[in-house]
């Protein structure tokens, strides 16, 4: 966790240690461009090595980006855990289930109906991914809230550095939460555009969900 707020903080720093908190914040394509793959490796090493890592010879932002993102990528359980990937998934299908009988209520009732149904699909939605998350181990819901709140002052930066919460998801989503299995098949690949989709209103939605453990 220690290792986690650094490289965040180093993230929202920028290239100069005089710099605004926020600048880093605002490069183009954080989280999205490629580091220098040499670099990057030499951090992960120290890292893994137990060294005390600091940025001090660094002026790229983007290498704690990268390394944060391998960091989830390489953990041997993803954060959201195997146990509860099935019941993230569960969510996202009854919510493209749900979707899909909008999108009949759209052929055949008013604007007016439609209009009340949207908000309390939309609520629902996030109250149960909101239940499902507050399920996790203490650590894990620890790191999740610090994770979504970064990547919501992020994508608060979006008209800056274009990276608004759906490329955020795309980005983070297949590291926080993955299959048991490595199997690439048909039904994977559907699980990854719940899971994107899942990310997204997490970040869009973080301070509200989290909200929910502390109730």
Do not use: W
Not at 38 to 60: I, L, P, R
Not at 68 to 83: A, N
Not at 159 to 181: Q, S
Request: include cysteine; charged fraction near 20%; aromatic fraction near 10%.
């Amino acid at each position: 966790n220690k290792v986690l707020h650094f490289q965040l903080a180093y993230c929202e720093r920028g290239r100069h240690s005089d710099a605004p908190r926020l600048q880093g914040l605002e490069l183009v394509g954080l989280f999205r461009i490629s580091a220098s793959s040499s670099v990057v490796e030499y951090y992960k090493s120290q890292y893994d090595q137990g060294v005390d890592v600091g940025f001090a010879n660094c002026n790229d932002p983007h290498i704690a980006a990268n390394l944060l993102k391998m960091y989830f990528r390489e953990l041997p359980e993803p954060l959201f855990t195997f146990e509860l990937y099935d019941a993230f998934i569960a969510i996202g299908m009854l919510s493209l289930f749900a979707r899909s009988l909008l999108l009949v209520d759209l052929i055949v009732t008013t604007d007016l109906l439609l209009l009340v149904y949207r908000p309390t699909f939309g609520s629902d939605y996030s109250d149960r991914i909101a239940a499902v998350l507050s399920q996790l181990p203490e650590i894990n819901y620890a790191i999740a809230k610090v994770l979504l709140q970064f990547l919501s002052r992020v994508a608060d930066k979006e008209p800056i550095n274009k990276m608004g919460a759906a490329n955020l998801a795309t980005v983070f989503g297949p590291n926080l939460l993955r299959r048991p299995d490595s199997e690439i098949n048909a039904s994977a690949v559907q699980d990854y555009a719940i899971i994107n989709s899942i990310t997204q209103t997490l970040i869009e939605q973080s301070e509200n969900i989290l909200l929910v453990r502390c109730a």
